[in-house]
């Protein structure tokens, strides 16, 4: 099993920048993906970002140049970097990891942009 236990939500204005982080612990495996997803009210949860353990990403369209993802690999944490915040963004932030096939979730994280 693996848990994820996010961090740093919270209420910005627009134009502000907030950093989520995300740690997992539990069952590693060398191989994963871990992700950023978000879910607006009466919306479907969307990919905001993902990163590989090998490096690779992929940004949702409307968060490019905006937001970035990192990772700790060692640390087994996954970082949101969100700049010019604005209210598009307002959503719960849910944290992913995916290996062998299998989906795990955090409890989610609300970041509020408003003025």
């Known amino acids: 099993q693996v848990q994820l236990v996010e961090s740093g939500g919270g209420l910005v204005q627009p134009g502000e920048s907030l950093a989520l982080s995300c740690a997992a612990s539990g069952r590693m495996f060398l191989i994963n993906t871990m992700a950023w997803y978000r879910q607006a009210p009466g919306k479907q949860r969307e990919l905001v970002a993902s990163?590989?353990?090998?490096?690779?990403?992929n940004y949702a369209d409307s968060v490019k140049g905006r937001f970035t993802i990192s990772r700790d690999i060692d640390k087994h944490t996954v970082y949101l970097q969100m700049n010019s915040l604005n209210s598009e963004d307002t959503a719960v932030y849910y944290c992913?990891?995916?290996?062998?096939?299998?989906?795990?979730w955090g409890q989610g994280t609300q970041v509020t942009v408003s003025s």
């Open positions: 990163r590989t353990t090998g490096g690779s990403t």
């Open positions: 992913n990891l995916t290996q062998l096939s299998r989906d795990y």
